[in-house]
Every structure is written in structure tokens, then in C-alpha cells.
């Protein structure tokens, strides 16, 4: 049974962003956490799901715990060199396939921001002000269904942690009618170069396409499509 929520607007609070959930459903947290990720888990079947999960970093306990609890196929993608010697030192399974580029709102061979902090892991497409960048290569969510073979209703999870390339990739997604069963997404409008507004408009942008929000931890944002509820 769902207690539906009124939804409220948007609320300001210095440089964070909170949204309050649109609904409320049986939902789980899979992972550690300061890295863990809220789920609802009754659209999860054993063996069969299949989850995408962009922006790896030297943390996939939610990828891990996903396929340890569920028996989940994970498709994991990162082309960010640490990330990469990370996930290939640690014993994964077969479940989890990895896949060495990266998701954008384009096809080819772009420029990938690195932290100019060698302590930290995590690159992104968005303009972080790095002087370290790569070349990597980077496929749309649309280029990457078709070379796998799948269409939109196969995946039942789709994380995304990509530091701020977020926002291009789900008005991409939306526009090629790609509707993941769920959507995990982190949003960074505390990054300076991000507002709150950007992270709103992308909120709302869900919503007005068959979504609803029931989850929201720190900056970490759980939809679900409102047909399968």
C-alpha cells in the first residue's frame, strides 16, 4: 500500500538542495553507509535484474551487496584510472561485468576532467576548473543499450555517481525514451559551477516523465517510475 505524499516544492538551504519525496514505498539501503544506495525492492527478482551503475570510484559496496542479496547482473562503467586498478584488485564475481568508458550525453572520444588532487579518485565530463584531464571514451545510455543488446524496461536499477555529467545524461535518457525501472542518482550542485536550480529543473524534469521521488539521503535521489507502483 502506498502512502502518497503532497508534494511540496523545493526548498533552499545555503548551498545544499533538499527536494522532499513525492511518495512513500518500502525501500532498503544496499551498501556501506556513506556510499550505500535507498532501493525498492520489490521490483528486484533474483537472477534476472539487471542493473547500470555509472561512477564506480574505490566504493562498490552497493554493487556488491545488490548482487549478493538480489543475484543482480551488474553492468558497472568508469574509465577514471584509479577507480579502474580499484574494482580489477578485488574479487567481483561473474555477476558484475565491468566496462572501462564512460556515460554522456554523446558518442566519441572526450576530454575527462581528473582532481587535481591526487587523493581523491573521482573524474567527471564537467568543468571541475582540473588541469589534469584525459582522453577517454564516452557512449550515450542509447548507444549503450543497442550494442548490449537491451532495451530500456531491462534495466531495473540504474545508479549514476558522475560528478555532475549527470544533468546532460537524463535529459539525454528522456529524450531518447529511455525509462530505467528505477534511477539512483547523486546530484552536485554543491559544486560551484552547479546551482540548486540546475539540480531542480533535473528533478522536475523526472517527474514530468512518469517518475516519482521517494528517497532522498545527503544529495543522493531515488526515483521510481509511477507505472510499476
Excluded: C
Excluded at 543475484?71 to 558497472?76: C, P, Q, R, W
Amino acid at each position: 500500500m502506498i502512502n502518497k505524499l503532497k508534494k511540496l516544492k523545493a526548498v533552499v538551504v545555503g548551498k545544499d538542495f533538499l527536494y522532499k519525496p513525492t511518495i512513500q514505498i518500502k525501500s532498503e539501503k544496499l551498501g556501506n553507509k556513506s556510499e550505500g544506495w535507498w532501493i525498492h525492492p520489490n521490483l528486484i527478482q533474483n537472477k534476472s535484474s539487471i542493473v547500470f551503475s555509472f561512477g564506480l570510484g574505490e566504493d562498490i559496496s552497493f554493487d556488491l551487496a545488490i548482487m549478493k542479496e538480489y543475484n543482480s547482473k551488474v553492468y558497472g562503467f568508469d574509465p577514471t584510472p584509479k577507480a579502474l586498478k580499484y574494482v580489477k584488485s578485488i574479487n567481483t564475481g561473474d555477476n558484475f561485468i565491468l566496462n572501462e568508458y564512460a556515460v554522456s550525453n554523446k558518442d566519441g572520444q572526450l576530454t575527462f576532467n581528473l582532481p587535481e588532487n591526487e587523493n581523491y579518485v573521482s573524474g567527471s565530463f564537467a568543468d571541475i576548473n582540473s588541469t589534469n584531464t584525459i582522453t577517454v571514451e564516452a557512449k550515450r545510455l542509447r548507444t549503450i543499450l543497442e550494442e548490449l543488446k537491451l532495451t530500456s524496461n531491462d534495466i531495473d536499477i540504474l545508479k549514476m555517481d558522475i560528478e555532475g555529467a549527470e544533468y546532460d545524461v537524463i535529459e539525454d535518457m528522456i529524450t531518447s525514451k529511455i525509462f530505467p525501472k528505477q534511477v539512483l542518482i547523486e546530484y552536485h550542485h554543491f559544486f560551484d559551477a552547479i546551482t540548486n536550480q540546475k539540480t531542480k529543473d533535473n528533478i522536475l524534469l523526472l517527474l514530468k516523465n512518469n517518475y516519482e521521488l521517494f528517497y532522498v539521503e545527503a544529495y543522493n535521489y531515488s526515483f521510481i517510475r509511477k507505472d510499476l507502483i
